[in-house]
C-alpha cells in the first residue's frame, strides 16, 4: 500500500479495497482510530490491504433527526448506576455496554448507547465517545468520566456520578413541586384578568354607554387597559418579542452570560436558592473526584464546569492557579469565591484540609446547603400561597365590581325614569 500510515484521535469509517486469498479482491468498510488500526484488523481477518481511505459522510447523515427528542436525567441515572455495578462486578465495558440497551429505554438514549459501543469496539476511549452525544451527556459527566479513566477508576466514578445525578434531580424536582401549585394559581389569575378585559368587559360597556350612566373607578380603569391594549397591541408585540431576541443573544454571549448569571444569585428571594445550588454541585463533585483519587487541580476544573452557574463557574476556575502554586484550597476561595461561600464554610473546609478529611467536610457543606435550600423553597411557597390567594381575591373582586356596579347603577337609573 503506497499511503502514509495516518492516525486520529477520533472513530471514522474507512473503505478499503483488499485481496482475499480465496475470492480475490474484496471492498468493505471499518469503523477504527486509524488506518494502523485498520491494518491490524485486516490482517486478523486474513486480508492483503491494497488501499485504504477514509469515506467521507454523506450530507444526509449529518441531519440530525431528533431535535425533538430528550433523555430524561432518570434514564441517565439508571445508565450510570448500571454500567457501574457491572463494571465493578468485573464485566468488560463492551459487554457492559451491550448489555444496556433494551427497547424498554428512550429510543434516542438507546441509539446512542449503539454509537458509543461502534466508537468503543474501534479503540475509541468512553469519554471520548461519550463527547460525541451532546445532547445526552453534558460536559460535567464527560469531563467525570474522563478523570474516571484516566485515575483507573471508571466503576466507582460512575457509582458516585449516578448518586450525584440522583440527588441533583430529588433537589430539583424538590423545587419544581414546592413551585407548582403557586405557578398554577398566577397562571389562571393572569389568564383570566386577561380574558375578562379583553372580551368580557367589553361588552357590557356597550351597553353602559348606551344607557348614559357614569361608570365606576373600577370599571373606567379596566376599560381603559382594554383601550390601552386593543391601541398599542402591534407595539407591545414587536416590542416584547425584539426585547426576548435581544435578551436571548446577550445571555448566550460570554459577558452576558456570566453579568446574568451574578444577577440570579443576588436578586431578592430566590438568589440564596440558586447560590446555594451552585455550591451543592461544586461541593459534590470536588468531594467525588477527590475521594476517587482525581489530582486535586482537575478536581477543581471539573467541580468548578459542573455548577451551572457561569458567574460561580468563572470566579472559582481562578483558584486552581493558586492552588497550583502550592495554596490551599480554603485560601483560594477566600480569596476568589468570598461572594459565593460564607466565611463558615471556607472555615470549614480549611478545618477538613488541615484534618486530611476535605471530603467529609465537603459532603458536609453539601448536605448544609441542600438542606437550607429545601427549608427556604418550602418557607417561600408557604408565604407566597397566601399572598397569591389575596391577590387573586382582589383581582376577582375588582372585576366583580367593574362588572356589576355599573349594572346596579343602570337598574336604578331606570327605575328612578
Given amino acids: ?50 488501499s485504504i481511505s477514509v469515506k467521507k459522510p454523506s450530507i444526509f447523515e449529518n441531519i440530525n433527526l431528533n431535535l425533538l427528542e430528550s433523555v430524561h436525567p432518570d434514564a441517565i441515572y439508571n445508565f450510570s ?31 446512542t448507547i449503539e454509537k458509543i459501543i461502534e466508537d468503543v469496539s474501534a479503540g475509541a476511549t468512553l469519554s471520548s465517545s461519550l463527547a460525541k452525544h451532546p445532547k ?23 457509582f458516585k456520578l449516578a448518586d450525584f445525578i440522583n440527588h441533583d434531580l430529588q ?25 375578562a378585559v379583553a372580551f368580557i368587559l367589553p361588552r357590557f360597556s356597550v ?3 348606551q344607557t348614559g350612566i357614569t361608570l365606576p373607578l373600577p370599571t373606567r380603569i379596566l376599560l381603559g387597559i382594554d383601550q390601552f391594549l386593543q391601541d398599542y397591541s402591534t407595539f407591545l408585540i414587536l416590542g416584547s418579542i425584539s426585547f426576548a431576541v435581544i435578551f436571548f443573544r446577550t445571555i448566550k454571549t460570554k459577558k452576558g452570560s456570566v453579568a446574568w448569571h451574578r444577577f440570579l444569585i443576588h436578586v431578592p428571594v430566590f438568589g440564596n436558592i440558586f447560590r446555594n445550588m451552585a455550591i451543592s454541585r461544586f461541593c459534590h463533585v470536588l468531594e467525588t473526584l477527590n475521594r476517587t483519587g482525581v489530582p486535586i487541580l482537575e478536581s477543581l ?23 497550583g502554586m502550592g495554596h490551599k484550597i480554603a485560601s483560594a476561595l477566600e480569596k476568589y469565591g468570598d461572594e459565593i461561600f460564607e466565611p463558615q464554610m471556607i472555615k470549614m473546609i480549611q478545618v477538613g484540609e488541615d484534618a486530611a478529611s476535605l471530603d467529609d467536610m465537603l459532603t458536609e457543606i453539601a448536605v448544609m446547603v441542600d438542606n437550607e435550600t429545601q427549608t427556604k423553597v418550602r418557607t417561600l411557597t408557604a ?12 383581582m376577582i373582586l375588582v372585576l366583580a365590581l367593574s362588572i356589576f356596579l355599573p349594572i346596579w347603577d343602570m337598574y336604578e337609573s331606570l327605575a328612578n325614569n
Avoid at 136 to 158: P, Q
Fill in 1 to 50: 500500500m503506497a499511503s502514509g500510515i495516518k492516525t486520529s484521535d477520533t472513530v471514522e469509517v474507512f473503505s478499503y479495497i483488499a485481496r482475499d486469498k480465496d475470492s480475490g479482491v474484496v471492498r468493505g468498510e471499518i469503523k477504527a482510530l486509524g488506518e494502523t488500526t485498520v491494518l491490524t484488523q485486516l490482517n486478523k481477518m486474513g486480508l492483503d490491504p491494497i
Fill in 81 to 111: 448506576r448500571q454500567l457501574s455495578v457491572m463494571l465493578k462486578a468485573g464485566v468488560p465495558l463492551m459487554d457492559a455496554l451491550e448489555s444496556m440497551l433494551s427497547k424498554t429505554i428512550s429510543p434516542l438514549l438507546n441509539k
Fill in 171 to 195: 433537589l430539583r424536582n424538590g423545587i419544581k413541586q414546592a413551585i407548582r401549585y403557586p405557578a398554577i394559581v398566577v397562571g389562571i389569575t393572569i389568564a383570566v384578568g386577561f380574558y
Fill in 301 to 323: 476544573t471539573i467541580a468548578s464546569k459542573s455548577t451551572g452557574n457561569n458567574y460561580v463557574k468563572d470566579r472559582l476556575s481562578n483558584t486552581r492557579s493558586d492552588v
Fill in 383 to 394: 408565604t407566597l400561597e397566601p399572598i397569591i390567594t389575596v391577590i387573586m381575591g382582589v
Fill in 207 to 209: 351597553l353602559f354607554t
Fill in 136 to 158: 445526552v451527556f453534558n460536559t460535567m459527566y464527560i469531563n467525570i468520566i474522563r478523570a474516571g479513566e484516566t485515575a483507573g477508576v471508571l466503576d466507582l466514578v460512575l
